[in-house]
């Protein structure tokens, strides 16, 4: 509460008795008054005898013009029209002017007086026409008073200009307008501060007849009220003592206390106190005008409460957050207390329960002014919470206020408001405020309710987009970590991802496409699926983006409109959108694929960043790895390049959200995240992980969706690996028998002696028959036995159905009922035919 609330239309009197006073000149007195008026005094014969000073101003005789002279010499005998001017009729000619000589005017004979009143027919005041010494007519006021005693003078004549009386008889009706009629309540105090007089409306808010409560201080009328405006004293007599000692008058300040005719609630009035004087400046008292503005005060407060809910209430997509900021708006300014309770189904993103509105099963997710955790509330019966859900409408109980939380024809939960120590009753506009405060909070709720279900499908589709789990490989040991911009949905554009390979090889890959959200992850999950259904095909490097650039730039006339041409914009819009206008163009990505056997790395990139490659001995590099064009330009090449990895090196792919800086150069980051891979290469990748998020992302937060797949390489040991060069002869099967019998029986897999020499016997048999020489035969022993003929033919063998006359074609239709898997490898050289058997139960793995 402040002084800025004004109580519009307040009647400010100390402005009108200064306005009064300035127009009386400072002279309390009535134009009529003895005093000021223009008197003369008459004899028996209304001739003049006495002539005051105001007479002779008003009308311009000396008193040598007029002494002794009759009455009708300046007053005319008819009666004129309030406020009229107009100069007498024809049946009473006006006199002639005087000479100008400033000799007295020509007598005019005076008409006889009548009985009772001699020469003047009209008793009270009366408009009258006067005449001016110069001739001039003067509309006036005019009345007689008859005077006792045997002396010369019989009665006085009192006169007063007419417009100077209808200005001090409205301000008379003024006056008491103000004391009967006016809203405003008045009320003079004494100098002692004792009441002296009070209006109707003061009167009307005490509810006693005045006479009771004349002569009692102010405080005692409002007992526990207090000045709320900042400055001043706190009571009312207080300041009306400042008012009497000061004589500076005080304006607008707010009083807080209860009416004496409405007991129990509070008022709030607009006062203002001026101290009163008399003509001649002696102190009379305190005047005080008060307007109750409480009901404006209340209206203001509403809409501030209003404003505020606006501002406090729906600030996250949590509906728990959201019903308990309501709770605390509306408290301590509106309500005691107040209660949230929402159906368990809103809080997980679903619909309120069928058959609603239930008898329990409610959540009480916010509560003020004390906090409570999650419970489970039920309804007792008679009770306003339940008689609420049964009408699915507001109802107002003694103290309590239950209005539900709905959207449209749904019913999310119900706000209990409550009162205490304070007028327990909402009234209707107070009804109508927790109406639209919970109105406002039920659709941010419900905004929370579709959020929570929206982001829920988001959570699956990343699950599903993104691994959450990267399968272990002997090849290298991984760990991973992603961070997406768009907080509120965890999907972002960025991937990553590890394929297991033919041959004990591992592919390593690493995306980025440009966007945020979901739009993003949906082209970061067809880009994933294909790199992933490519690799499987033994793809190099190169290869791989080449083919993967296809699928993001549309192929010349695909869904071409026949007779339409594309040009300028249209033609460009296109190429961006491609024949699928869901997949965003300008995505980058580096594949690698490691053979733990050879221990080096092949990769390529599609303007992505190069990874970073810490060795042993703690130094590191960036490798000068080809850029490549980013997908979806089309048109462009792709290199491959190839690099040792030691077992035990260190190496990091990652997309450009970890090393961009709007404050430091790339290069300045690029070298912080090979420094701090090289100080901490030891620690494990896990612990690793979190200390490159920890110091290139400060609190983990980043200005674009990041991905960190680290990498540290395995090698196989010459145990683990068997291989040997046949030569393209019909002899080379039985010596690849043997010799795979001998390796399996080393290894104590003599159980698959007899299905491996199956196998090996029809692949280098084809190998002979259908390609060239010389070929290599090679067995690894890792968590599955792997077999592989290569030899210098491009021509993939594949299964087919033989006949019951076909002498041949069933031998690679055997192989594949004896392994797990198998495939083919095309190299720069040939290929290469490789297939998978499990081990044994029983047989441990490498």
């Given amino acids: 509460m402040n002084g800025s609330v004004q109580a519009a239309g307040t009647w400010d009197a100390a402005s009108a008795w200064r306005t009064w006073r300035s127009v009386e000149g400072e002279d309390l007195?009535?134009?009529?008054?003895?005093?000021?008026?223009?008197?003369?005094?008459?004899?028996?014969?209304?001739?003049v005898i006495g002539w005051s000073p105001a007479a002779e101003a008003l009308l311009g005789y000396g008193p040598e013009d007029i002494l002794g002279r009759p009455v009708d010499v300046f007053l005319c005998g008819t009666a004129l029209t309030v406020g009229s001017g107009t100069p007498p009729g024809p049946s009473e000619p006006a006199p002639a002017a005087a000479p100008s000589t400033g000799g007295p005017p020509p007598a005019v004979s005076a008409p006889a007086p009548e009985p009772g009143a001699p020469g003047l027919p009209f008793r009270g005041h009366e408009p009258r026409l006067a005449r001016h010494r110069d001739g001039h007519g003067v509309p006036v006021e005019a009345a007689v008073s008859e005077l006792a005693g045997d002396g010369t003078a019989a009665r006085v004549l009192v006169l007063a200009e007419s417009e100077r009386l209808r200005v001090w008889e409205s301000r008379l009706a003024m006056l008491d307008g103000l004391a009967t009629q006016s809203p405003i309540g008045l009320a003079i105090y004494?100098?002692?501060?004792?009441?002296?007089?009070a209006?109707?409306?003061?009167?009307?808010?005490?509810?006693?007849?005045?006479?009771?409560?004349?002569g009692t201080h102010a405080d005692e009328l409002y007992p526990g009220g207090t000045l709320v405006t900042e400055g001043y004293p706190r009571t009312l007599d207080g300041v009306m003592r400042q008012v009497l000692d000061t004589g500076e008058p005080v304006l607008d300040v707010h009083f807080l206390g209860q009416l004496p005719s409405d007991p129990g609630r509070e008022h709030l009035w607009s006062c203002s106190y001026y101290r009163l004087e008399d003509a001649e400046g002696r102190v009379l008292?305190?005047?005080?005008?008060?307007?109750?503005?409480?009901?404006?005060?209340?209206?203001?407060?509403?809409?501030?409460?209003?404003?505020?809910?606006?501002?406090?209430?729906?600030?996250?997509?949590?509906?728990?957050?959201?019903?308990?900021?309501?709770?605390?708006?509306?408290?301590?300014?509106?309500?005691?207390?107040?209660?949230?309770?929402?159906?368990?189904?809103?809080?997980?993103?679903?619909?309120?329960?069928?058959?609603?509105?239930?008898?329990?099963?409610?959540?009480?997710?916010?509560?003020?002014?004390?906090?409570?955790?999650?419970?489970?509330?039920e309804y007792p019966p008679g009770t306003p919470q339940l008689r609420s859900l049964s009408s699915g409408g507001k109802v107002v109980d003694e103290?309590?206020?239950?209005?539900?939380?709905?959207?449209?024809?749904?019913?999310?939960?119900?706000?209990?408001?409550t009162r205490e120590g304070r007028p327990a009753v909402f009234d209707n506009g107070e009804v109508a405020l927790a109406d639209e405060l919970v109105a406002r909070a039920a659709v941010c709720i419900d905004n929370a309710r579709r959020f929570t279900r929206e982001h829920a499908a988001a959570l699956t589709l990343q699950r599903e987009l993104l691994p959450q789990h990267l399968p272990w490989h002997s090849a290298v040991e991984v760990a991973h970590r992603y961070l997406p911009t768009d907080g509120a949905t965890g999907v972002g554009g960025d991937w990553f991802d590890l394929i297991p390979l033919s041959g004990a090889r591992v592919g390593l890959v690493?995306?980025?496409?440009?966007?945020?959200?979901?739009?993003?992850?949906?082209?970061?999950?067809?880009?994933?699926?294909?790199?992933?259904?490519?690799?499987?095909?033994?793809?190099?490097?190169?290869?791989?983006?080449?083919?993967?650039?296809?699928?993001?730039?549309p192929t010349s006339d695909a869904f071409q409109v026949p007779g339409e041409e594309r040009t300028g914009e249209a033609a460009g819009a296109y190429v961006a959108a491609g024949p699928h206008p869901d997949v965003t163009t300008g995505a980058t990505c580096i594949y690698a694929v490691y053979d733990p056997v050879s221990g080096r790395c092949t990769m390529a990139r599609a303007g992505h960043l190069p990874p970073a490659v810490v060795a042993m001995d703690g130094s590191y590099h960036y490798p000068e790895l080809p850029a490549g064009p980013p997908?979806?330009?089309?048109?462009?090449?792709?290199?491959?390049?190839?690099?040792?990895?030691?077992?035990?090196?260190?190496?990091?792919?990652?997309?450009?959200?970890?090393?961009?800086?709007?404050d430091r150069d790339i290069d300045?980051?690029?070298?912080?995240?090979?420094?701090?891979?090289?100080?901490?290469?030891?620690?494990?990748?896990?612990?690793?992980?979190?200390?490159?998020?920890?110091?290139?992302?400060?609190?983990?937060?980043?200005?674009?969706?990041?991905?960190?797949?680290?990498?540290?390489?395995?090698?196989?040991?010459?145990?683990?690996?068997?291989?040997?060069?046949?030569?393209?002869?019909?002899?080379?099967?039985?010596?690849?028998?043997?010799?795979?019998?001998?390796?399996?029986?080393?290894?104590?897999?003599?159980?698959?002696?007899?299905?491996?020499?199956?196998?090996?016997?029809?692949?280098?048999?084809?190998?002979?028959?259908?390609?060239?020489?010389?070929?290599?035969?090679?067995?690894?022993?890792?968590?599955?036995?792997?077999?592989?003929?290569?030899?210098?033919?491009?021509?993939?063998?594949?299964?087919?159905?033989?006949?019951?006359?076909?002498?041949?074609?069933?031998?690679l239709f055997i192989v594949a009922q004896l392994v797990q898997r198998w495939g083919t490898r095309y190299t720069r050289s040939g290929k290469t035919i490789w297939t998978e058997q499990a081990f044994p139960d029983g047989v441990p793995t490498a």
């Fill in 199 to 214: 209006n109707a409306a003061s009167s009307a808010e005490i509810g006693r007849p005045f006479a009771q409560y004349r």
């Fill in 399 to 417: 103290n309590a206020l239950v209005v539900p939380l709905r959207v449209g024809s749904e019913t999310l939960g119900l706000v209990t408001f």
């Fill in 631 to 662: 997908l979806g330009l089309g048109g462009l090449p792709f290199e491959s390049m190839e690099i040792d990895l030691p077992a035990g090196s260190l190496l990091a792919l990652f997309t450009d959200g970890l090393v961009e800086a709007r």
């Fill in 285 to 377: 008292g305190v005047c005080e005008d008060a307007f109750d503005i409480t009901d404006r005060y209340d209206a203001q407060n509403r809409l501030a409460l209003l404003v505020e809910a606006g501002r406090r209430v729906g600030t996250t997509l949590d509906a728990v957050v959201t019903a308990q900021e309501l709770a605390d708006v509306a408290v301590p300014g509106f309500a005691s207390a107040v209660e949230v309770d929402i159906a368990p189904g809103v809080l997980e993103g679903g619909e309120p329960e069928a058959g609603w509105p239930p008898r329990g099963g409610f959540i009480r997710v916010a509560r003020a002014p004390a906090r409570v955790g999650r419970t489970v509330r």
């Fill in 668 to 811: 300045e980051r690029l070298d912080m995240l090979g420094q701090v891979l090289a100080d901490h290469r030891d620690l494990p990748l896990e612990e690793l992980c979190d200390r490159v998020i920890t110091e290139l992302l400060p609190g983990g937060t980043t200005a674009d969706d990041t991905a960190l797949l680290l990498v540290r390489t395995r090698e196989f040991d010459a145990g683990q690996v068997a291989m040997w060069e046949l030569p393209a002869e019909a002899v080379a099967a039985g010596r690849a028998r043997e010799l795979i019998t001998g390796q399996l029986s080393t290894w104590g897999l003599e159980e698959l002696a007899f299905s491996t020499e199956l196998v090996v016997s029809e692949l280098v048999t084809n190998a002979v028959r259908y390609a060239e020489g010389p070929l290599q035969l090679r067995l690894i022993r890792d968590r599955t036995l792997l077999c592989e003929v290569a030899d210098t033919g491009h021509t993939s063998p594949h299964l087919r159905h033989s006949t019951a006359e076909d002498e041949g074609g069933r031998g």
């Fill in 29 to 47: 007195r009535g134009p009529l008054d003895i005093a000021v008026a223009a008197t003369v005094v008459l004899d028996a014969l209304n001739k």
């Fill in 510 to 553: 690493v995306g980025d496409v440009v966007g945020h959200g979901l739009p993003a992850a949906v082209t970061m999950g067809r880009l994933r699926t294909t790199v992933e259904a490519l690799a499987e095909l033994d793809m190099a490097p190169d290869e791989l983006l080449a083919r993967l650039d296809d699928l993001v730039v």
């Fill in 190 to 197: 004494d100098t002692d501060l004792r009441l002296a007089w």
